[in-house]
T-cell receptor, first 111, second 114 residues
Framework: QQQVKQSPQSLIVQKGGISIINCAYE??????FPWYQQFPGKGPALLIA?????SEKKEGRFTISFNKSAKQFSLHIMDSQPGDSATYFC??????????FGPGTRLSVLP | ETGVTQTPRHLVMGMTNKKSLKCEQH?????MYWYKQSAKKPLELMFV???????ENNSVPSRFSPECPNSSHLFLHLHTLQPEDSALYLC?????????????FGPGTRLTVT
């Protein structure tokens, strides 16, 4: 019940395309859903996050869509660029600061 | 820069060595974490310190020993490690109780056990 599922495991997108990564959870105690971006040799960096009372949040080319009833949320990267090539992790957090991370999606954006 | 620094960035040690990893956060946070990141595996939470008190230990072998002398510093003491302990060790911090559930990660220490 503490697990966060993430798909796909890897994703290849052409430059200018839309990258979509999906996550799902079971625990209704999760109250915050951040996404992290990790480049090789670096630690994960917070990218964008959403609370469950909001269905969508957009920051630049990055959008989170949240479906509370389905317990699913997704990251959309519009106009994907080669510089977006990285590993993306979704996470779910309880109010008690219990962080659970998805297994990650390796995104490659072809020039 | 995220405000979380880790040293050393790379470490190679034998199975009989003793070494320590250091983490320092400059964000004024009151919670610090150690994670293990292995290839093709999810991030594994190892230890959590909240207000300097260890609040979680996810069944980590005793060859890993954490120390949190104050809310800005976190250490991971290593001894008699195994080759399967080779991984990227990440430190993170957050502000517990502040209503923002966001962790900030350091760059990690790449550990190789020979």
């Amino acid at each position: 019940q503490q697990q966060v599922k993430q798909s796909p495991q890897s994703l290849i997108v052409q430059k200018g395309g839309i990258s979509i990564i999906n996550c799902a959870y079971e625990n209704t105690a999760f109250d915050y859903f951040p996404w992290y971006q990790q480049f090789p040799g670096k630690g994960p960096a917070l990218l964008i996050a959403i609370r469950p009372d909001v269905s969508e949040k957009k920051e630049g080319r990055f959008t989170i869509s949240f479906n509370k009833s389905a317990k699913q949320f997704s990251l959309h990267i519009m106009d994907s660029q080669p510089g977006d090539s990285a590993t993306y992790f979704c996470a779910a957090v309880t109010r008690g600061q219990n962080f659970v991370f998805g297994p990650g999606t390796r995104l490659s954006v072809l020039p | 820069e995220t405000g979380v620094t880790q040293t050393p960035r790379h470490l190679v040690m034998g199975m009989t060595n003793k070494k320590s990893l250091k983490c320092e956060q400059h964000l004024g946070h009151n919670a610090m974490y150690w994670y293990k990141q292995s290839a093709k595996k999810p991030l594994e939470l190892m230890f959590v310190y909240n207000f300097k008190e260890q609040t979680e230990n996810n069944s980590v072998p005793s060859r890993f020993s954490p120390e949190c002398p104050n809310s800005s510093h976190l250490f991971l003491h290593l001894h008699t490690l195994q080759p399967e302990d080779s991984a990227l060790y990440l430190c993170a911090s957050s502000q517990a109780g502040g209503g923002k559930y966001e962790q900030y990660f350091g760059p990690g220490t790449r550990l190789t056990v020979t």
